[in-house]
């Protein structure tokens, strides 16, 4: 910001202040104004902008309260982009970006490249202007700046993956640029070419993606914070306010890193990983938080840019500015036309159909990333020229591509909403007409209500409801067939099924595990349906599964990380027992909104039908399921239990308070610690607690015939050395390939056994209360050792007791009174097996 010194009247901060008010209302007037004549707001700030600077140059006393500010690269980089790009990366669906990650990285890396080459080769060969130079003005034009593409694409409504490409492209080509113009201006400057370009290739990786993982890792911890401090909304909103512009802050000075790098990583790790762990009741504020400053940000920004336009300068240099324009047309073709058709053809990529590369083509605007560039550069010999080169561009974007951009997307067919959005449109007016017409009826019950009037509104209701259903069957017979209707119908199920989910995980039933596990494949059964037309089965979790069974095979083998192995199997039996009690009620709540669904007559019936059979099917699934598990581990469905009554009193707590201090019977602050200290009770019952399963070794250890004779002295001796194992479906207890030598006794679930007797193979099921490996306790050599050569895995999650023969004989030693009672009983238990065996 700089003072203007005519201004001698008014103290600086009182100039800034009265500058910044101003221009806000003058924007706030252009955000109506821009409503009204259905005109991009960013383009009629730059138009207002250009007239207010030249209003100044002709009234400056009149006008000079609004050039208290000037822009300036500081301004751009630390003040106005922190928040525009954290807003834009925090609200960019992460899922959709990494679909089209290639596209968007060659669009943003060689693409550029090839761009800042075709522009500075152009401008070489028509103007006087030496290569160096042209390509250096090339670097800077060649980045499409985020703030101007994404204010535009959202006021016309683009698509979404089309949004998602100039988004992500706009977001990551920043740093390229800034690398080339740093290494072109080593060229001008200091005239030392061969090191630049030496260094630059290792600036470049080192800027982009060291901004990246800087921002990455500080998104990541202030999510941490953040999940800590549940349901305190001013330190949430104030978190994330500092992260935005300290990760931009952090990344430049201390880590030399790109700063917008920084903070495009800091806002999609929290908008992606982090925003469920933002308390449900702050998530709305905290998103028109940042609508607002965007929206502040933006309007100062592009009304400065407006009026830093000098309309003489750009009149001079008219000539020069034509090939410019051309230049950057041209350049921009090539590499969308030529770059994009070859990404289509590589193995696993989506094809971009013309419309959206033409899109791509003349969407490319340029703004504060190039003037940010350009106004940061060293005085030279053609830094005037380039200010004006440069704005000239910005504003011929502007203006002339970003006022006839939403004219194509309109003769491409751009501007109709997808299939899905149009049926949801014509459900809302369904619905809510077909609710007005039951509620009219209790207007004439009540009295003093024209019963003409409540006719009118219901023949008018009637006539809504008629033409919906027309609309409808239009689209059955021009645009749906029994796939798509299928396809669409699995769509809306699973969005459905996701939004139940968020609620169970916002009241705290749900643990965040659960519900990001559940979320992963709801997401990635959605994207399967939308980009392969299709509803496929997806595995989600083979790698982290692989990784934990490899984990549990080490602890096998490390005593030392048993404790931590049986946490993580106990963690992840009762993580599985949350999701599958969540797909229970998940599935019931989809049934039933499918068949409101269907009585709505927005689907036919047969394709309800067949989603409604296959929710049907995995309701069934999931209460097997729950039956199954809730039979091996009762004291999960008890916890579960007590604690979902726990959280509902809360819950109904909560919202009485809330509603008594909306009515002011409550006073606001007390009713402010009431909520507060009850947010906090729910998070302590979110989800469940990982605790140790209560099992009686005393007990299952006299089922077994070895210890059957025992007192339970003796019996509590041998129970003190007998260790827990927990095992996750399909886990292998015993393995061919291993020696086993101790008893096993299954406490819970259903393991099977397999072994070689003989020469022939066996196979058999143990469940609870039964054992295996007795014998080995007492003689390796015994008749039957070779049992104990046996493959035991877990057929569903299974707690096993271990009694390992090398801790019972030390026990032994000490105990000669139990040790003669065990021999004894022994060579009891083996002589009536040599007897069975001769019958």
Not at 608 to 622: C, F, G, P, Q
Not at 777 to 796: G, P, R, T, Y
Request: aromatic share 10%; glycine share 6%; proline share 3%.
């Amino acid at each position: 910001m700089v003072y203007d010194k005519d201004m001698e009247h008014t103290s600086l901060v009182s100039a800034v202040v009265w500058s910044i008010f101003s221009l806000l209302l003058v924007a706030l007037f252009i955000q109506f104004l821009a409503q009204r004549v259905r005109m991009p707001f960013t383009i009629l700030l730059v138009l207002v902008g250009i007239a207010l600077n030249s209003l100044f140059q002709i009234y400056p006393h009149s006008f000079a309260i609004f050039q208290a500010l000037k822009i300036s690269p500081d301004i751009i980089l630390y003040v106005f982009l922190p928040a525009l790009i954290f807003e834009s990366s925090y609200n960019l669906d992460a899922r959709r970006l990494i679909h089209n990650i290639g596209p968007v990285m060659t669009l943003a890396v060689p693409g550029l490249l090839i761009s800042t080459f075709v522009i500075g080769g152009i401008l070489w060969w028509a103007t006087a202007m030496p290569f160096t130079i042209a390509l250096l003005l090339g670097a800077i034009l060649s980045a499409t700046d985020p703030v101007a593409v994404i204010s535009i694409f959202r006021q016309i409504g683009a698509p979404d993956r089309l949004n998602t490409l100039i988004e992500g492209e706009s977001l990551f080509n920043d740093a390229t640029s800034i690398v080339v113009a740093g290494i072109l201006v080593g060229m001008v400057i200091e005239h030392n070419g061969d090191a630049s370009v030496a260094s630059g290739i290792v600036s470049f990786f080192v800027l982009f993606f060291g901004g990246l993982a800087v921002g990455i890792g500080l998104g990541y911890l202030t999510g941490k914070i953040i999940g800590w401090i549940e349901s305190e909304s001013f330190i949430e909103i104030g978190l994330t306010t500092a992260l935005a512009y300290l990760s931009f802050l952090l990344a430049e000075e201390i880590f030399h890193v790109s700063g917008v790098m920084a903070t495009v990583g800091a806002g999609l790790m929290l908008g992606s990983w982090g925003r469920i762990r933002i308390s449900a009741s702050v998530r709305i504020y905290l998103e028109h938080f940042w609508e607002l400053l965007a929206f502040i940000a933006n309007a100062l920004l592009f009304l400065l840019v407006g009026m830093k336009v000098d309309l003489n300068a750009l009149w001079e240099t008219l000539d020069m500015l034509a090939w410019v324009v051309l230049a950057m047309l041209v350049a921009r073709a090539i590499v969308v036309f030529l770059l994009i058709p070859l990404i289509g053809r590589l193995p696993g990529s989506r094809p971009i159909s013309f419309p959206y590369q033409f899109i791509m083509y003349w969407g490319g605007l340029r703004g504060a990333i190039a003037l940010a560039i350009v106004l940061s550069l060293p005085n030279f010999e053609y830094s005037d020229l380039f200010v004006a080169m440069v704005m000239g561009a910005v504003l011929f974007t502007l203006l002339v591509q970003g006022l006839s951009i939403e004219t194509i997307m309109r003769k491409f067919g751009l501007d109709i909403p997808p299939l899905a959005d149009r049926l949801a449109f014509i459900e809302l007016g369904l619905v809510s007409r077909r609710r007005a017409m039951k509620q009219l009826p209790r207007l004439k019950e009540g009295g003093f209500f024209s019963s003409r009037i409540a006719h009118n509104l219901t023949v008018e209701c009637d006539h809504a409801i008629s033409s919906a259903m027309q609309q409808i069957g239009q689209l059955r017979a021009t645009e749906m067939d029994k796939l798509n209707e299928v396809n669409l119908l699995y769509l809306r199920a699973l969005t459905e099924e996701k939004g139940f989910y968020t609620e169970m995980y916002n009241q705290g039933h749900i643990s965040e595990g659960a519900f990001r596990e559940l979320s992963l494949v709801l997401n990635m059964q959605i994207d399967a349906l939308r980009y392969n037309g299709a509803f496929e089965h997806v595995h989600s979790h083979r790698i982290k599964r692989a990784l934990e069974q490899t984990f549990f095979r080490m602890a096998d083998a490390m005593p030392w990380l048993m404790p931590v192995a049986e946490k993580m199997r106990m963690s992840r039996i009762i993580r599985d027992y949350e999701q599958i009690w969540a797909h229970f009620l998940g599935s019931r709540h989809v049934i039933k909104s499918l068949k409101k669904l269907a009585k709505s007559e927005l689907m036919s019936e047969e394709a309800a039908d067949e989603v409604i059979k296959k929710y049907h099917a995995w309701h069934e699934l999931a209460t097997k399921q729950l039956y199954r598990v809730g039979e091996q581990y009762p004291e999960f469905v008890t916890s579960m239990q007590k604690r979902l009554g726990q959280r509902m009193i809360l819950l109904t707590e909560l919202e009485t308070a809330e509603q008594k201090a909306e009515q002011g019977i409550l006073p606001e602050g007390i009713a402010k610690n009431i909520e507060s200290e009850i947010s906090r009770q729910l998070s302590a019952l979110r989800g469940q607690q990982v605790e140790p399963i209560h099992n009686d070794p005393v007990s299952m250890l006299r089922q077994v015939p070895l210890f059957s004779t025992l007192e339970r002295r003796e019996l509590e001796l041998i129970a003190a050395l007998v260790k827990t194992r927990s095992l996750l479906e399909h886990e292998f207890l015993v393995r061919l390939d291993e020696a086993s030598d101790s008893l096993f006794i299954i406490a819970r679930g259903v393991v099977r056994i397999s072994f070689d007797l003989n020469g022939s193979s066996h196979e058999g099921t143990l469940m609870a209360g039964e054992f295996f490996g007795e014998r080995a306790l007492m003689d390796k050599d015994a008749v039957m050792a070779d049992l104990l050569k046996a493959e035991v895995e877990a057929m569903i999650p299974s707690v096993v007791n271990v009694l390992d023969r090398d801790d019972l004989q030390d026990l032994l030693e000490d105990e000669p009174e139990l040790a003669k009672k065990l021999a004894d009983r022994d060579a009891e238990l083996r002589n009536h097996y040599t007897l069975n065996k001769q019958d």
